[in-house]
């Protein structure tokens, strides 16, 4: 298979060119594209409009698909988690989570993450290997057709959230490319401003991507208002401190429509991130940069062996109340899917549901893929 070139990853005119090496017009780079992309096909038999040649000309040379499902698991709150394996043998996990008003993708930019987020189970698996653009895009392809049905059209569209395994901006190029795969209204038609990135703080690129037109939206997760405590939960942090990060955000500030805002992520850890000290820290963090931001404090998601609990409900409501008396936008994000380990932090290829007491648990909902 490494030989064998993936059509998910290559843009349109990419495959024009392909099918002309392979001696083709470029109509047929087009259709392929259109099958791959607009009709979510994930293997050339169902091409059934190239002719029979073609297609088992295409099979030598190339792979429509290389993401092969493991599990699926479905969350009691319908969210859905993925646990997919690479042509390498590698985890790669997406979560499909279903909304009110807009369905949300959650992808993988890489398998497990080298960054040491000490309050993420990611982390404990190190980095395995980056994502190339095929199976980035693939991922989405895979969770609009398991929600919808091959090719169905998304009935309101869909948000994508870069925050699943890995830190995308150290697997930039790939992602970009993903992302101009995705936004060709030829295809998918998913544009950037439908899509998130969060990043750990990765500050050149966060400057990088501000220079992009064509960019998606940025998050960024803080976890602590003070180096000392960001250095134990973020190590990154060590090497781009809260200071540098926040003139980077600064920077990326001038690049934001004017009804956009950028967001931090404070992931909130009973004890020890979330007193009412660390709060007002945290409000003149971000008031001493003006930046025009807001902050979704996310409640923990506990999964063995982290050392953490998550914040109680009161404790949230009174560090979002003193953000909020200081001039701070704050929201509480709803955890979804934590018990099929598909919440925020919990992604580390569990072949498992998690048992919560107040859940029930419920082995059915495990649907081997
Ligand atoms: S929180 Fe994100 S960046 Fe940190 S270890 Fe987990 S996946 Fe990596």
Redesign the pocket.
Known sequence: MPEQTHLTGLTEPELIAFAGNLGEPHYRGRQIFGALQHRRLRSFDEMTDLPLAFRAKLAERATAATLTLESRYVSEDGTRRYLMKTHDNLPVETVFIPEERRDTICFSSQSG?P???TF?L??QLGLLRSLDAGEIVEQIIFALNDAYGPGVKTPRGVNLVGMG???PFLNFEPLLKALRIMADPQGLFIVPNRVTIST?GVVPRIRELATIADRPHLAI?LAAPTDELRNEL?PINKRWPLEELLAACKEFEKSLKPSERFTFEYVMLDGINDSDEQARQLANLLNRHALRAKVNLIPHNAADPLPYFPSPPERVESFKTILESKGVHAFVRQPRGRDIYAAC?QLAARREKLILPQLKQDRNAVIPG
Do not use: P
């Open positions: 993450c960054l040491q987020c993420c990611t982390a395994a890995g830190e750990a997760s973020m932090g």
